[in-house]
């Protein structure tokens, strides 16, 4: 398996790609991304991830001075690349990630005056178990961070966080926000039955604005709620996590209890109505 990357309009193996040393994306993780699916030689819902890059950068003060036409050349570079190189034949391309910096800059946490960096890697990506392990974590997503709702790179504890996950077998960790209430995964948006409704956090805490959590809530009826709590997710009868890699994944136990539908009649609904939008649309 093999990804390639675009870098300054240059692509090749992500071996051979290269971004400055004092970068402040790698001196303080002053940045923004996206990951995107990707199905056949098209990345999956590609304006919208663009649309949720841009609302990012402005959240962060980052000014990005390229036009959407520029990042998706760059796009189809990098997955055209990846999808050629004889490595990746039995795979074939499943993630795109496209990042940006704020550039070379000094080493604090002032910007510098040097444009933003823009990397674009594709490359193969594992796939998921039909269904999925989640622990809660003790440490808290902050929803009046001066970063809520941004998608950035400073993403050190979310590394914790899943690492903790990990030693407890499950693929995901499951955060509370400041007051308690239930707000996401560290790469993913959790929905969970409550009295045989669909619900999910509301990003009033703190929970990212998934792509793929806005189309499963355009697909079928689901409420958001600021007040559900670990215990919610505990003892809901069935649960699923949204992200761009996993599309709808069912929960089978949170800290170690099986729940009790896996997978349930909400979550299947979901998958069917999100598989039909794939087939409708690779750009919804």
């Known amino acids: 398996m093999s990804t390639w990357v675009w870098v300054d309009g240059e692509v090749g193996p992500a071996a051979d790609a290269r971004v400055g040393a004092l970068d402040h994306g790698l001196t303080v993780g002053d940045g923004v991304f996206e990951t995107c699916k990707v199905i056949g030689d098209t990345p999956f819902a590609l304006s919208r991830h663009l649309v949720r890059l841009r609302r990012s950068a402005a959240v962060i003060g980052l000014d990005l001075p390229w036009g959407d036409s520029h990042v998706r050349a760059a796009c189809a570079r990098a997955v055209g690349a990846a999808l050629v190189d004889p490595a990746n034949a039995e795979t074939g391309v499943a993630r ?15 910007r510098g005056a040097a444009a933003p960096t823009l990397v674009v890697a594709a490359g193969p990506g594992a796939p998921w178990p039909a269904t999925t392990d989640v622990v809660t974590v003790d440490w808290v997503r902050n929803e009046r961070s001066a970063v809520a709702g941004a998608k950035t790179t400073s993403y050190a504890e979310n590394v914790v966080a899943l690492a903790e996950a990990h030693r407890h077998g499950a693929s995901e960790a499951i955060l509370a926000n400041t007051v308690g209430a239930l707000a996401e995964g ?3 948006n959790v929905f969970l039955a409550v009295d045989g409704r669909l619900c999910t956090p509301s990003p009033a805490t703190g929970a990212l604005a998934g792509i793929t959590r806005a189309l499963v809530c355009e697909e079928v009826d689901v409420t958001e709620r600021d007040d559900l709590t670990l ?11 949204t992200s761009s890699t996993r599309d709808i994944h069912p929960i089978a136990r949170v800290d170690g209890t099986v729940l009790r539908c896996v997978p349930g009649p909400l979550t299947t609904a979901a998958a069917a109505a999100f598989a039909a ?4 649309s690779l750009d919804p």
């Open 231 to 241: 215990d919610d997710l505990r003892r809901a009868p069935e649960a699923f996590l």
């Open 96 to 110: 795109l990630r496209i990042t940006v910096t704020a550039g070379p800059g000094p080493l604090g946490s002032d």
């Open 186 to 188: 560290t790469g993913s």
């Open 277 to 280: 939008l794939q087939v409708r």
